[in-house]
């Protein structure tokens, strides 16, 4: 007898693992976008961000059904488009089993400034008077509008010293774009000495060793936080080999800093030809600028900036790359901004190499501030006497000062390296606001940590400050009174940090939600606080979790008598 063996069909699924995609979405993709299979260069990974600013700005929000169709369209993970469309505050990622937000969002800034001028009242009156099918309201971290606080924006258009009847006409109006600024034109830059610098440069005129003796001459340093001297940095780069590139750092994400949305405002063609001139200092393949998303207006001037100087045949077309952030404070970090430039989620990368060996594209790249490139053709012109020869109490140049809280006239002030915070508020900012007394200040914005009132004297500048526990940053200027709350200062500032926290190392995810707790109750830990910040500060893997801890160690050192008067016993 035959025994037959029956061996069974194979079954097929029919169709691939994972959620369908929509050909109708792809195809809606390559209209907003441009056809990928005619241009492969639409499948650089380094657009992701963009495209994912441009679906949000087409439909409002992010439908993972979207996500799927860019995934397809760039021929990446869903994965990676994922995280990245989630790692970022303004991308709205909806789920398939949730509804659509409401046509309008109103934002509520709620850093220390908006915090000091009344914004988590107005945010609850908001939120018990707004219609929620049609308006939600969210919290968001600082604006860079500082000196107009508190702060909303609804839509893209900023509302400031914002009001419950200001934001209520804002949108009855439907004004939900920003209002055009007022900047200064390539012509009339151009009347006034502009551009005769790089034109100088590409000539010969100019050497690139002269250009940096001049820099080292005016002690020209980084203006975003760091200070590291500029030349120095051109120098690091230069000696690496070729292709290198130029990424210009205008995300400037750190509460009450807003003098770079000055300078932009003011006159833009200056900071491009600052910007032009330190990527042709390094011979740059191109020049990329990374514009912090919250200030929708300026991607309206560079963009016409930049056309301007391409049409006046001063720069190639495209050589100038505007990118968008997408509301990332840790962006502000210099690796961290890379990995965004790469349209990626923005982690600062464990170091070294530096990104001056392996940057953008893996390739040396000099990162500079917005503020230190602008000063680079004002300095060239009027030499760098006029400029070194600034100062007070034994420093050296000028400061932009972002200053804002309890002072009668907050804003940017340009001021001798070296002043002292009572001499910053009696000679520019007009006093301290009526009914308010001199209690305390940020020298550094949220991670300079905090000095008291007796300690106002102390000249403000790189250098000054670290034997006090502090350092200047970028001089975002925070002034508070005695009536102000010196644990809901601190609670504010932990908030901020972990909730930015890119999550990537444990010290900082754990370390700045853990430092909150300890924060909220009325009895702290000196001990504890003092040890959970040490292990932050050596083990964090870039700034932000090394600084968070800075004014809780402020007022441990400065303010036990203070916390006391306002209820809150600290012990050991």
């Known amino acids: 007898m035959t025994v037959q063996t029956v061996?069974?069909?194979?079954?097929?699924?029919?169709?691939?693992?994972?959620?369908?995609?929509?050909?109708?979405?792809?195809?809606?993709?390559?209209?907003?976008?441009?056809?990928?299979?005619?241009?492969?260069?639409?499948?650089?990974?380094?657009?992701?961000?963009?495209?994912?600013?441009?679906?949000?700005?087409?439909?409002?929000?992010?439908?993972?059904?979207?996500?799927?169709?860019?995934?397809?369209?760039?021929?990446?993970?869903?994965?990676?488009?994922?995280?990245?469309a989630t790692f970022y505050a303004h991308f709205d990622v909806i789920h398939d089993d949730q509804l659509p937000?409401?046509?309008?969002?109103?934002?509520?800034?709620?850093?220390?400034?908006?915090?000091?001028?009344?914004?988590?009242?107005?945010?609850?009156?908001?939120?018990?008077?707004?219609?929620?099918?049609?308006?939600?309201?969210?919290?968001?971290?600082?604006?860079?509008?500082?000196?107009?606080?508190?702060?909303?924006?609804?839509?893209?258009?900023?509302?400031?010293?914002?009001?419950?009847?200001?934001?209520?006409?804002?949108?009855?109006?439907?004004?939900f774009h920003p209002d055009p600024v007022d900047w200064q034109r390539l012509d009339d830059y151009r009347r006034e000495g502009g551009f005769a610098l790089l034109q100088?440069?590409?000539?010969?005129?100019?050497?690139?060793?002269?250009?940096?003796?001049?820099?080292?001459?005016?002690?020209?340093?980084?203006?975003?936080?760091?200070?590291?001297?500029?030349?120095?940095?051109?120098?690091?780069?230069?000696?690496?080999?070729?292709?290198?590139?130029?990424?210009?750092?205008?995300d400037e994400g750190e509460p009450g800093t807003f003098k770079d949305r000055y300078y932009l405002e003011n006159s833009p063609h200056q900071f491009l030809e600052?910007?032009?001139?330190?990527?042709?200092?390094?011979?740059?393949?191109?020049?990329y600028i990374y514009l912090r998303d919250e200030y929708p207006a300026l991607h309206?001037?560079?963009?016409?900036?930049?056309?301007?100087?391409?049409?006046?045949?001063?720069?190639?077309?495209?050589y100038i790359v505007l990118r968008r952030g997408a509301g990332a404070y840790i962006c502000g970090e210099e690796s961290a901004m890379i990995e965004s430039l790469e349209g990626k989620p923005g982690?600062?990368?464990?170091?070294?190499?530096?990104?001056?060996?392996?940057?953008?594209?893996?390739?040396?790249?000099?990162?500079?501030n917005v503020e230190t490139v602008y000063w680079i053709p004002m300095i060239w012109q009027r030499g760098a006497e006029a400029f070194s020869s600034q100062g007070r109490h034994g420093r050296v140049g000028l400061r932009s000062f972002s200053v804002s809280g309890r002072v009668k006239q907050p804003g940017v002030y340009l001021a001798p390296a070296g002043i002292t915070l009572q001499e910053l508020i009696d000679e520019y900012c007009e006093g301290m606001a009526d009914g308010h007394r001199l209690a305390a200040y940020l020298p550094g914005g949220a991670s300079g940590g905090i000095l008291p009132a007796a300690k106002a004297d102390i000249p403000l500048d790189f250098d000054t400050l670290q034997e006090h526990g502090c350092f200047i940053g970028s001089a975002a200027v925070i002034v508070l009174s005695d009536q102000d709350d010196l644990r809901g200062v601190a609670t504010n500032l932990l908030a901020f940090f972990a909730d930015e926290s890119c999550g990537?190392?444990?010290?900082?995810?754990?370390?700045?939600?853990?430092?909150?707790?300890?924060?909220?109750?009325?009895?702290?830990?000196?001990?504890?606080?003092?040890?959970?910040?040490?292990?932050?500060?050596?083990a964090s893997i870039c700034g932000l979790g090394q600084a968070a801890p800075n004014p809780v160690l402020g007022l441990l050192k400065d303010f036990r008598g203070e916390l006391a008067a306002q209820n809150v016993i600290v012990k050991g």
């Open 7 to 84: 061996i069974p069909k194979r079954r097929f699924r029919g169709k691939p693992r994972g959620r369908e995609l929509d050909p109708h979405l792809l195809e809606a993709l390559r209209e907003l976008l441009g056809d990928e299979r005619q241009d492969a260069t639409l499948r650089r990974r380094d657009l992701l961000i963009e495209h994912l600013h441009a679906l949000q700005d087409n439909r409002g929000h992010l439908l993972l059904a979207d996500l799927r169709a860019l995934a397809a369209y760039m021929n990446l993970p869903m994965a990676a488009i994922y995280e990245t």
């Open 200 to 250: 100088a440069c590409r000539e010969g005129e100019v050497t690139v060793e002269a250009l940096m003796e001049a820099m080292q001459q005016a002690n020209l340093r980084g203006l975003g936080g760091a200070g590291f001297p500029t030349f120095k940095k051109w120098t690091f780069v230069r000696q690496e080999a070729g292709p290198r590139y130029c990424a210009i750092n205008a």
């Open 504 to 538: 990537q190392c444990t010290p900082c995810r754990v370390g700045t939600e853990k430092m909150l707790t300890l924060l909220e109750r009325n009895e702290w830990d000196a001990g504890l606080m003092t040890q959970l910040s040490q292990v932050m500060i050596d």
């Open 347 to 368: 982690k600062p990368r464990h170091r070294p190499p530096f990104v001056a060996q392996k940057g953008l594209f893996d390739r040396p790249t000099l990162v500079n």
């Open 274 to 287: 600052g910007a032009l001139v330190s990527a042709w200092a390094v011979e740059a393949e191109a020049l």
């Open 101 to 175: 937000p409401p046509a309008v969002t109103i934002r509520v800034c709620d850093s220390l400034t908006c915090q000091l001028a009344g914004a988590e009242a107005l945010k609850a009156q908001l939120e018990a008077n707004v219609d929620i099918e049609q308006v939600r309201v969210l919290r968001a971290p600082c604006m860079g509008r500082c000196d107009t606080a508190p702060v909303a924006e609804v839509g893209h258009y900023h509302v400031p010293f914002a009001t419950q009847e200001r934001i209520a006409s804002v949108i009855e109006e439907a004004h």
């Open 300 to 318: 309206g001037v560079l963009r016409e900036a930049i056309g301007e100087l391409e049409a006046a045949g001063l720069v190639a077309p495209g």
